[in-house]
T-cell receptor, first 114, second 112 residues
Framework: QKEVEQDPGPLSVPEGAIVSLNCTYS??????FMWYRQYSRKGPELLMYTYSSGNKEDGRFTAQVDKSSKYISLFIRDSQPSDSATYLCAMSANSGGSNYKLTFGKGTLLTVNP | DVKVTQSSRYLVKRTGEKVFLECVQDMDHENMFWYRQDPGLGLRLIYF???????EKGDIPEGYSVSREKKERFSLILESASTNQTSMYLC???????????FGEGSRLTVL
């Protein structure tokens, strides 16, 4: 079983739709959960960062972590064409020291159509 | 704004050539990383460094080496490039929170 699984898509939605992006994971030691957004021909950039379970909201974006189900989600409300990008989930058991490791999902390609 | 600059956006090299990929960050970050990104395989960590002259192997270090002589600069070296090293290479840096990565724009390497 892969450590982190993410549906690669592609996902195509109309402007204004609510988008749900998801990852599942197998390592119960993961405590730190992130979403990175990567525009075409650019490097990824950090979008959301959460610790342990619960929700975190930032504008139109909500990150949700359910550790009991080993499932994380990113919701985008009122999606815009500028949200078209690849979204990568990432997670780690540790946040410091030389032995930490960040494990990425393979990314979901999202297109928001005007 | 944090800036991570990769010296070359696009490179074409021949099999067996030695390849240097340079990365410079301007925010005095302790940690620097080299990833490669391939369709269907995602981001894979090659090497990282948490201090000058320190390096740690990532998940796929074979065929690569790194150098960090100055805090702001982290170089990836392909001693003898092979076609299976054709990929997008991404450099990243982070400060006290090593999980908050700032990425460069990537270097797309083609090995013929």
């Amino acid at each position: 079983q892969k450590e982190v699984e993410q549906d690669p898509g592609p996902l195509s939605v109309p402007e204004g739709a609510i988008v749900s992006l998801n990852c599942t994971y197998s390592n119960s030691a993961f405590q730190y959960f992130m979403w990175y957004r990567q525009y075409s021909r650019k490097g990824p950039e950090l979008l959301m960062y959460t610790y342990s379970s619960g929700n975190k909201e930032d504008g139109r974006f909500t990150a949700q972590v359910d550790k009991s189900s080993k499932y994380i989600s990113l919701f985008i409300r009122d999606s815009q064409p500028s949200d078209s990008a690849t979204y990568l989930c990432a997670m780690s058991a540790n946040s410091g020291g030389s032995n930490y490791k960040l494990t990425f999902g393979k990314g979901t390609l999202l297109t928001v159509n005007p | 704004d944090v800036k991570v600059t990769q010296s070359s956006r696009y490179l074409v090299k021949r099999t067996g050539e030695k390849v240097f990929l340079e990365c410079v960050q301007d925010m005095d970050h302790e940690n620097m990383f080299w990833y490669r990104q391939d369709p269907g395989l995602g981001l894979r960590l090659i090497y990282f460094s948490y201090d000058v002259k320190m390096k740690e192997k990532g998940d796929i270090p074979e065929g690569y080496s790194v150098s960090r002589e100055k805090k702001e600069r982290f170089s990836l070296i392909l001693e003898s490039a092979s076609t299976n090293q054709t990929s997008m290479y991404l450099c990243a840096s982070s400060s006290t929170d090593p999980l908050w990565l700032f990425f460069g724009e990537g270097s797309r390497l083609t090995v013929l």
